[in-house]
């Protein structure tokens, strides 16, 4: 069984891209806490992917390459709205960094990942590093599609 195990944060206002990034489309086919399943087109490559409820910062996750043309039609079916956003690559330490940053609805929202080899795997937090959210659901991209940042509370 594949396992992702990350931890998520927010990005202060100090970081700013040194690349063009690569947008992705994105959409759930389900997003029940149990399992949700994603489809997602990324840099002209559609993919599915089916991650399991999670375990604290870990949790099942397998992904499979699909015909684009298949991911297309499939974010037809997803819930609905699609969530754009850029993905922008960080190298630090041997650890690589996506950092998102939405559009539409979640626009506003920047948020840097990092899956780790282990729970207890340590890593160097980069300057522009906010605040940790990797237990906070709202910042479940499952979940905002449904709760968008712009309406949350500020």
């Given at each position: 069984m594949a396992k992702e195990i990350e931890r998520k944060f927010l990005v202060k206002d100090s970081w700013s891209p040194r690349d063009e990034g690569l947008k992705i489309a994105q959409g759930y086919l389900s997003t029940v806490p149990e399992r949700t399943v994603r489809v997602r087109i990324k840099g002209g490559k559609g993919y599915l992917t089916i991650k399991g409820k999670n375990q604290g910062i870990s949790r099942a996750e397998f992904e499979y390459e699909i015909p684009v043309r298949d991911a297309e039609e499939m974010l037809k079916l997803a819930e609905q709205p699609i969530l754009s956003k850029t993905r922008y690559?960080?190298?630090?330490?041997?650890?690589?960094?996506?950092?998102?940053?939405?559009?539409?609805?979640?626009?506003?929202?920047?948020?840097?990942?990092?899956?780790?080899?282990?729970?207890?795997?340590?890593?160097?937090?980069p300057a522009w590093l906010g605040e940790e959210v990797s237990g906070d659901?709202?910042?479940?991209?499952?979940?905002?599609?449904?709760?968008?940042?712009?309406?949350?509370?500020?």
């Amino acid at each position: 069984m594949a396992k992702e195990i990350e931890r998520k944060f927010l990005v202060k206002d100090s970081w700013s891209p040194r690349d063009e990034g690569l947008k992705i489309a994105q959409g759930y086919l389900s997003t029940v806490p149990e399992r949700t399943v994603r489809v997602r087109i990324k840099g002209g490559k559609g993919y599915l992917t089916i991650k399991g409820k999670n375990q604290g910062i870990s949790r099942a996750e397998f992904e499979y390459e699909i015909p684009v043309r298949d991911a297309e039609e499939m974010l037809k079916l997803a819930e609905q709205p699609i969530l754009s956003k850029t993905r922008y690559l960080e190298q630090q330490d041997g650890f690589t960094w996506e950092i998102d940053v939405f559009e539409g609805e979640n626009q506003g929202l920047i948020v840097a990942e990092i899956e780790l080899p282990d729970e207890q795997a340590a890593f160097a937090e980069p300057a522009w590093l906010g605040e940790e959210v990797s237990g906070d659901v709202r910042y479940y991209n499952a979940n905002l599609i449904k709760n968008p940042f712009s309406q949350w509370e500020k």
